[in-house]
């Protein structure tokens, strides 16, 4: 169904990715001196970040929460630029109580460096996701209902090497997860879908 | 035939067109868009594309792109064909671009994700689909990798005159990109040698036509029948083509008929990883194997389709009297499926089935007399949790057995019975809703298959 109801970007997202890039190009663009890193072998990362979660569904206006994000990545090499893994990604909004929303979810993730001798890689994966979310269809109570989906994600990021073995990463990502039809406050949602965009910094390892 | 046992290829399954070709990982994402840029102009230009419900879709301004990055991610309401065939054989546009520029097969990878995302918020006026992105980026990565094999076993540098040109042209819907770029540098005339390690160690063609009947839709009972026609081919075999790459084997199925929507049935599926768990020389060989698989089925009386993962074993039982046993036995994660129910979809809309992840089986047996497969039995079992449409479980069953009687060595005739059953159980506390479709054919077919070649002399 194509949703027709109205909803706003807040403008904390665009800023954030916008800073991220910048930092990322600034990056990129600066030093060129460390070795090539190891991607042939084990690979794990685990990184935390702050997340921003916006819900829409196609009886719902829009709504928005910030929370954190942590996020745990593992797997191996199967080319010099290619990583294939399994990432766990957990979401919690920063609201407590009734209204605490969640989004946790478990991909196959691939991750590529197009370009062999730099550190920027674009990371792409899908999976299964649970989400306990408040979409605010019109005419229900206020409340939280769990549902559970397919998620898609997307994302960039920069190891900045501290060690042939151990790296920092920038990394900027969304999740795109489909929860289905949610009954919530007595009211059925629609097509739920969650938006987790997430901006963190991660430890690798490999 | 099926190789004796411990049987090696000495040519290794590559499809990477030289030795080691540079990598232009920027040109390839410009190519990529160039497939979006130039899909949308043809169907803005030159087909005019509009369906009822989204009117012009292809027109699209700076301000489609602001409402589309605005409003976000939704499920559309498109075709069953629309999503889950042609989807598909876009994303196979994205994925070649990698690989006509030097990437390897999980480097490309990548790019359907790419390539779709930006179709889906600039290519099209609809607000962007969730469903799209799997479709287009799992079915493209499938399809795109086998075209990419397969253009250059249709090709032959070396031929001349009529055969050429025909050859030239067949190769142009699977690799189009790679066909402009012939003519353009003269390589479609010109007489040289082929690229060295494009035969996967055996290969297996299979033709069909035949009748078929099967349930109607709608009605139940009613019967129909048509004319059918099938193509199956098997590139390479899991116990002559040593795991290098990933689709270095594959399967791919397309069956046509004159009865509602022309194109049946497609399924392809190609190992993404492989280990053998036995000798070489044994009669009996295990090889664990990991593969993905697109599957396509659109019968007047159901729909079923989706991208999956599967993991399990593929075991043969060579030459016990003249007969040689293969079995496949995989566990699937199915990433996203489709199918069809009567509260399926959304009203108002040109979709009739539900979207949603799910887990299945696939178990296969195959027995071959000499190099003609006598018998094949297949049992397919699914079940989707619905994301989109009405919210509802299904669990499908789709067993099927072939039979095929050899009049020469590579001529016979056969027949097919299958049989799909769903049942769906709603929430809501709405009551279960089973359908049941038999389905058979009668045919005539034509079976080929190449074993192992010599090794080429060097140049």
Known sequence: ?206 | MVPAPGARDTTRADSTRAASPRKHPFRAVLLASGVNVFVNRIDAWVVNAHDSIDGYFARVTPKSWRANIRQGWVWDGDNFSTNMFLHPIQGAGYFRAGRANGLNFWESTPLTFLGSVEWEYFGETTFPSLNDVYNTAFGGIVLGEVTWRLAPLVRDNRARGMGRLLRELAAIPLDPNGSVRRLLTGDAWRAYGNPRGSYPGAFEWQFQAGAQGEKASGGAGLRQGSAAFLAEMSYGDAFVTPYAQPFDVFTARLRASTAGAYIREMRVAGRLYARELTDTASSFRHVFSVALKLEYEASPAYKYGGQSLNVGFVSGFFGVRGFDLQTVLYAEGIMLGAVDAPRAGIAGTLRTYDFGPGAGFDLAVKLRLATFPVLTARWHGAYLHTVSGSPADHFIQFPSIEVRVPLTRSFGIGGYAGWFHRRSTHAAGLPAETMSAPEVRAYLVLNTRRGPLPPEPEP
């Open chain 1, 1 to 206: 169904m194509m949703a027709t109801h109205k909803v706003r970007c807040a403008s904390a997202v665009p800023r954030a990715l916008g800073a991220a890039a910048l930092l990322l190009g600034a990056l990129a663009t600066g030093t060129a001196a460390a070795q090539t890193p190891a991607r042939r072998s084990l690979w794990m990362d685990a990184g935390l970040g702050i997340g921003y979660l916006r819900l829409t569904c196609a009886n719902c206006s829009g709504i928005a929460a910030n929370g954190a994000a942590l996020t745990v990545t593992a797997g191996g090499g199967v080319t010099q630029n290619v990583l294939l893994g399994v990432q766990g990604q957990q979401w919690q909004s920063t609201t407590t109580g009734a209204q605490r929303q969640q989004v946790r979810s478990i991909l196959a993730v691939v991750q590529w460096y197009p370009w062999r001798a730099m550190r920027f890689n674009i990371r792409a994966g899908t999976g299964i996701v649970r989400g306990t979310v408040a979409p605010a269809a019109a005419g229900a109570q206020p409340g939280t209902v769990r549902g559970t989906g397919v998620v898609i994600a997307f994302g960039v990021g920069y190891d900045i090497l501290l060690s042939k073995r151990f790296a920092v990463a920038v990394q900027a990502a969304e999740q795109i997860a489909g929860l289905g039809d949610l009954t919530v406050g007595g009211v059925l949602a629609n097509d739920v879908i969650a938006y987790v965009t997430r901006v963190g910094v991660a430890l690798v390892w490999r």
